[in-house]
């Protein structure tokens, strides 16, 4: 596991309680997002990933329309929380860069507001390239991929209450999205009082080449 991995596991899982309180039910999500993904979980077969699944919300979310989801994060208290809030739906602990599945295995993964710790460069052996890398390998040719972000005309670090973490320009992202095997297929964007500008990025694996 990286140290920047490491380091947000840990600082995650000291503030777990507090991010639970302020995000971690459906009731704060804004009315937008919650279409979103029900629009994008609506076109998935096979089995899904929570990637960095926090207190268990989406995975829930996910699991009540019908999809055998799956929540993985690497903070044991969210994981702890999310077992007792939804003992239905399965967690276990994995990080975003080996989510620990086989190849090809996944029907989707959803990634929302779980990659903006990941570095732009592979400072320590991985980054955000890595993580994204690691999501291609896992999901099967046609099958999605979600990305919620926090959005940034350049790519560039901000002070997070939890710890450091990066903005993206829809573009840049989306290009390292595409690098990665997948083809976008929707972007979106908005801007709210109060809060940073938010980004998503609807993907579809591509199929593989011949070799």
């Known amino acids: 596991m990286s140290s920047s991995a490491r380091a947000a596991s840990a600082a995650y899982?000291?503030?777990?309680?507090?991010?639970?309180?302020?995000?971690?039910?459906?009731?704060?999500?804004?009315?937008?997002?919650?279409?979103?993904?029900?629009?994008?979980?609506?076109?998935?077969?096979?089995?899904?990933?929570?990637?960095?699944?926090?207190?268990?919300?989406?995975t829930d979310f996910l699991a009540r329309r019908g999809l055998d989801a799956e929540g993985v994060d690497l903070a044991e208290p969210f994981l702890e929380r999310a077992r007792a809030e939804y003992p239905a739906v399965p967690f276990r602990r994995a990080s975003l860069a080996d989510l620990g599945v086989p190849d090809g295995s996944l029907g989707g993964v959803l990634a929302w507001y779980s990659l903006i710790h990941s570095p732009p460069e592979a400072v320590d052996g991985t980054g955000v390239d890595a993580v994204l890398a690691e999501l291609a390998r896992a999901v099967a040719p046609g099958g999605g991929l979600l990305l919620g972000f926090c959005r940034g005309p350049r790519v560039e670090p901000f002070d997070h209450a939890v710890t450091t973490a990066w903005f993206w320009p829809v573009d840049e992202l989306a290009a390292r999205v595409e690098r990665a095997g997948f083809d976008v297929v929707e972007t979106a964007e908005r801007t709210d009082p109060g809060v940073r500008p938010h980004g998503a990025i609807s993907a579809r694996r591509r199929a593989a080449g011949p070799a």
Do not use: I
């Open 13 to 58: 899982a000291a503030r777990a309680q507090e991010y639970t309180d302020l995000f971690g039910s459906m009731d704060a999500v804004h009315d937008d997002d919650r279409a979103l993904v029900e629009r994008w979980a609506a076109g998935l077969t096979g089995r899904v990933v929570d990637a960095g699944c926090g207190p268990g919300h989406w």
